[in-house]
C-alpha cells in the first residue's frame, strides 16, 4: 500500500541545482537601493562593484594578496577564462568526475589542443589525487554539481608544486572550507550557494597564478572578455570593479543583499553549518531505506550541497522513466522543484542543500520522496 499524503509539506518547494533557492524571506523589496539606470563605471556603480568583491573576501576568508575579479559569463565564463589565458606553460592534467569536468577536459584537448593527460572517474567515484602530478597544471572541480562527488580536503596538493591548481568551486564556494594556500585559481557564480542571479562569474587569483598571467603569452589569439593583461601586465582595475563587460546592477545589488545575510547570520561557519544540516537531512533517511542510496560512494567525498541520489529497488523496471515520473508527481504536488538528475548524469534524483535552503524544508520533503516512490511501485505493478 502506498504511504498516506504526508501532512508536512516544505514551506520553500525551491530545490534546484541552479539558480537555487534565493536566502530566506527574501523579497524584491531588498533590492531598492540597485543603482539601476547609472553607469557601472559611475563612482556609485564602482562602489558597488567593489563592495561585492570585499564582502567576499570577508566571508570566503580569501587571503589579502589574492586578486577577485567579477568576470562575464557566470563559472564557465571565469573557468575558460583561466583556461585560455594560463594553460599552454607548462604541462596539464585534467581531472573530472562529472559533466562539467568532462566539459573542460573536452576544452583543452579539443579547442586548445593541449597534449593533457586526463584522469576520469565514473559518476559516484573521484579520481585518484595521490597520483596526481601537480609540478604540472591541474585542472579540476572541487565540489561536481551533476555528480554530488566532492574533493574531501586538500591534502594530497603540496604547497611546493611547480604548476598551477584550477579549481573549479561554484557549487562548493560559501559552503565549504577551501584551502586557499593549496588553490591558485578559484572560480565561482552567484547563483549557487548564494542564492545570487545568474550571468557573473568570480574569477579568484593567488599571486603565482598573477605571476603566470604576467610571463606567459598564450599562443592562440584570446578574445576580448578573456583578457586579464594589457603590455604584459595584469589588468588591476577588473580586481577593483572595473568589469570587463557591462554587469547587472540588479544582479549585483542581489549578490550583495544575500552577502550581507551571509554576514549577519555569523559567515561562512554559519553558511557551512547550514549545508551540513540539509545534507544530514537527506543522509539520515537515505540510510534508513533499502531502495534508494547516495550516489556518490564514499562517505568522506559526498557533497553537502548537490545531493545526487539513486534509487536501487529490483523491481524498478526503466531507471530513467522512474525516475522522471517521482520527479513529476513532486513537482505537481508543490512540494519539490527542479530535483531530476543531471541529464548527462545516471538516473535518480538531486537535491540541493546549499546555505540559502532551510533544513526544516529538506526534511520535510523525505517523506514526499517515499511516497511518491511507493504511489510509483504501485503503478508500475498495476500496468504490468
Given at each position: 500500500m502506498v504511504t498516506a499524503t504526508p501532512a508536512a509539506?516544505?514551506?520553500?518547494?525551491?530545490?534546484?541545482?541552479?539558480?537555487?533557492?534565493?536566502?530566506?524571506?527574501?523579497?524584491?523589496?531588498?533590492l531598492a537601493d540597485a543603482a539601476l539606470g547609472r553607469s557601472h563605471r559611475a563612482a556609485i556603480g564602482k562602489a558597488k562593484l567593489k563592495a561585492a568583491i570585499d564582502m567576499t573576501r570577508e566571508i570566503l576568508?580569501?587571503?589579502?594578496?589574492?586578486?577577485?575579479?567579477?568576470?562575464?559569463?557566470?563559472?564557465?565564463?571565469?573557468?575558460?577564462?583561466?583556461?585560455?589565458?594560463?594553460?599552454?606553460?607548462?604541462?596539464v592534467e585534467m581531472l573530472a568526475w562529472e559533466s562539467f569536468g568532462a566539459g573542460w577536459v573536452t576544452d583543452v584537448v579539443k579547442q586548445l589542443k593541449l597534449d593533457a593527460t586526463v584522469r576520469e572517474a565514473p559518476y559516484g567515484e573521484?579520481?585518484?589525487?595521490?597520483?596526481?602530478?601537480f609540478d604540472k597544471d591541474v585542472v579540476f572541480t572541487w565540489n561536481g554539481t551533476t555528480s554530488g562527488v566532492r574533493v574531501a580536503n586538500g591534502d594530497a596538493i603540496p604547497a611546493d608544486r611547480a604548476g598551477l591548481t584550477i579549481c573549479d568551486a561554484t557549487s562548493a564556494a560559501f559552503a565549504?572550507?577551501?584551502?586557499?594556500?593549496?588553490?591558485d585559481v578559484v572560480t565561482f557564480s552567484w547563483q549557487k550557494v548564494?542564492?545570487?542571479e545568474g550571468a557573473h562569474g568570480m574569477l579568484i587569483l593567488s599571486p603565482r597564478a598573477v605571476e603566470r598571467l604576467e610571463s606567459y603569452k598564450p599562443a592562440w589569439p584570446l578574445p576580448k572578455i578573456f583578457r586579464l593583461t594589457k603590455g604584459g601586465k595584469l589588468i588591476e582595475g577588473i580586481f577593483v570593479g572595473e568589469t570587463i563587460n557591462t554587469p547587472s546592477m540588479m544582479a549585483v545589488e542581489d549578490y550583495l543583499v544575500a552577502l550581507d545575510w551571509a554576514k549577519s547570520i555569523g559567515g561562512l561557519p554559519k553558511l557551512m553549518e547550514r549545508s551540513t544540516a540539509s545534507f544530514?537531512?537527506?543522509?539520515?533517511?537515505?540510510?534508513a531505506k533499502p531502495w534508494i542510496e547516495n550516489l556518490a560512494a564514499d562517505?568522506?567525498?559526498?557533497?553537502?550541497?548537490?545531493?545526487?541520489?539513486?534509487?536501487?529497488?529490483?523491481?524498478?523496471?526503466d531507471g530513467a522513466a522512474f525516475a522522471k515520473a517521482i520527479v513529476k508527481r513532486l513537482d505537481k504536488e508543490g512540494v519539490a522543484f527542479d530535483i531530476g538528475s543531471y541529464r548527462d548524469a545516471p538516473a535518480g534524483l538531486r537535491?540541493?542543500?546549499?546555505?540559502?535552503?532551510?533544513?526544516?524544508?529538506?526534511?520535510?520533503l523525505m517523506p514526499w520522496i517515499e511516497w511518491a516512490f511507493e504511489a510509483e511501485i504501485e503503478a508500475q505493478t498495476a500496468a504490468a
Open positions: 509539506r516544505p514551506v520553500n518547494p525551491r530545490f534546484s541545482s541552479g539558480p537555487c533557492a534565493k536566502i530566506p524571506d527574501f523579497s524584491v523589496d531588498m576568508g580569501v587571503p589579502a594578496d589574492y586578486k577577485i575579479g567579477i568576470v562575464p559569463a557566470s563559472d564557465t565564463g571565469a573557468v575558460e577564462m583561466a583556461m585560455w589565458s594560463m594553460l599552454g606553460a607548462r604541462g573521484i579520481v585518484d589525487f595521490a597520483e596526481v602530478d565549504m572550507d577551501l584551502p586557499w594556500d593549496k588553490l548564494m542564492g545570487g544530514k537531512a537527506v543522509q539520515d533517511f537515505v540510510d562517505p568522506a567525498t559526498r557533497s553537502n550541497t548537490s545531493v545526487c541520489l539513486k534509487f536501487t529497488d529490483a523491481r524498478i523496471k537535491i540541493w542543500c546549499g546555505a540559502t535552503v532551510e533544513a526544516a524544508d529538506v526534511a520535510a
